[in-house]
């Protein structure tokens, strides 16, 4: 397995990827598919400040995706990035997802971002057991915060401090030369 940055190419097949979580779960909170359209200009315009990462096998299939994104829109906010994850159903408990994260802090530690937050789906203790097992505290709950399939669900917030804050400045991803 290789960890490399996304592509816009990638878009159907991170999409496949992605798709199930959507449908079939309350893991993401989206509603609706997108299309593959506007699934490669959210990875886009991730690129554009935060880095965006696949997992292949060495038959190049892709088992898995990681980004970042901002955390909120204020200035003040730019060294604190929420994370998202998502593996395919066949990848999982191969240790695909440490190696995505382990990747993207590498990357985010390079553009000075100190705080990692992640949030899950309160009913998803897989990913909160995972979180956990990397270093994440839970810092809050919210209750009954979003209605999927015919229910309400609370989320879980979990943080990971990178490094202390420094204020050193944040340097948008595309403007770095790229390792990943």
């Given at each position: 397995?290789?960890?490399r940055?996304?592509?816009?190419?990638?878009?159907?097949?991170?999409?496949?990827?992605?798709?199930?979580?959507?449908?079939?779960?309350?893991?993401?909170?989206?509603?609706?598919?997108?299309?593959?359209?506007?699934?490669?200009?959210?990875?886009?315009?991730?690129?554009?400040?935060?880095?965006?990462?696949?997992?292949?096998?060495?038959?190049?299939?892709?088992?898995?995706?990681?980004?970042?994104?901002?955390?909120?829109?204020?200035?003040?906010?730019?060294?604190?990035?929420?994370?998202?994850?998502?593996t395919?159903?066949?990848?999982?408990?191969?240790g695909?997802?440490?190696?995505?994260?382990?990747?993207?802090?590498?990357?985010?530690?390079?553009?000075?971002?100190?705080?990692?937050?992640?949030?899950?789906?309160?009913?998803?203790?897989?990913?909160?057991?995972?979180?956990?097992?990397?270093?994440?505290?839970?810092?809050?709950?919210?209750?009954q915060?979003?209605?999927k399939?015919?229910?309400?669900?609370?989320?879980?917030?979990?943080?990971?401090?990178?490094?202390?804050?420094?204020?050193?400045?944040?340097?948008?991803?595309?403007?770095?030369?790229?390792?990943?």
């Amino acid at each position: 397995m290789h960890i490399r940055l996304a592509r816009i190419s990638d878009a159907a097949a991170l999409l496949k990827i992605y798709r199930p979580y959507i449908t079939d779960t309350a893991v993401s909170f989206e509603l609706t598919v997108p299309t593959v359209s506007e699934f490669a200009d959210r990875i886009a315009e991730v690129l554009a400040d935060y880095p965006y990462l696949v997992a292949e096998d060495d038959d190049g299939q892709i088992l898995g995706f990681v980004y970042a994104h901002r955390y909120r829109p204020r200035a003040a906010y730019d060294w604190t990035v929420e994370t998202s994850i998502y593996t395919d159903k066949a990848a999982r408990g191969k240790g695909v997802g440490r190696q995505l994260y382990q990747a993207l802090e590498t990357e985010l530690a390079t553009q000075h971002v100190t705080s990692l937050l992640a949030c899950v789906t309160g009913e998803n203790l897989a990913s909160l057991a995972f979180h956990q097992h990397l270093g994440y505290e839970l810092v809050g709950t919210f209750k009954q915060v979003g209605f999927k399939h015919g229910k309400g669900y609370d989320t879980y917030w979990l943080q990971k401090q990178l490094s202390a804050a420094t204020g050193e400045a944040f340097i948008p991803y595309s403007q770095l030369p790229h390792s990943a």
